[in-house]
């Protein structure tokens, strides 16, 4: 038997063919909004928190998620590490428990 799963969207690069990088992040979640308003079965937008970092962090620690990525406001996309976004990981999330447990060695 499978658990079922939620994935969440959290950035739109591209669209159609037009390369939404060198859009701020306001504008490209707006477009992922618009491409994904119907239902999606387990996919889903992230919302964004409207909380000082710590207060969010609590609170998807709280819901057992795996992390959030912080993003700056009005931020253009750059791939790889990036002053304009942090990932926070929920050292206690399910997922990264089993992971530890697991022996991926082979």
Known sequence: M?????????D?????GQDLRGEPIEVRKKAL???LRKDRGGLLISQP?????????QHIC????EGIVF????SRY???????WLKAINPSA?????????????
């Open 2 to 10: 499978y658990a079922s799963a939620q994935l969440y969207a959290f």
């Open 12 to 16: 739109l690069l591209e669209l159609d």
């Open 33 to 35: 909004s618009h491409l």
């Open 49 to 57: 928190i409207d909380a000082p970092a710590d207060v969010a962090f």
């Open 62 to 65: 709280q819901l057992d998620l």
């Open 71 to 74: 993003k700056k406001l009005g």
């Open 78 to 84: 750059e791939s790889g590490r990036s002053s304009l």
């Open 94 to 106: 399910p997922a990264l428990l089993r992971l530890e447990q697991e022996d991926w060695r082979g």
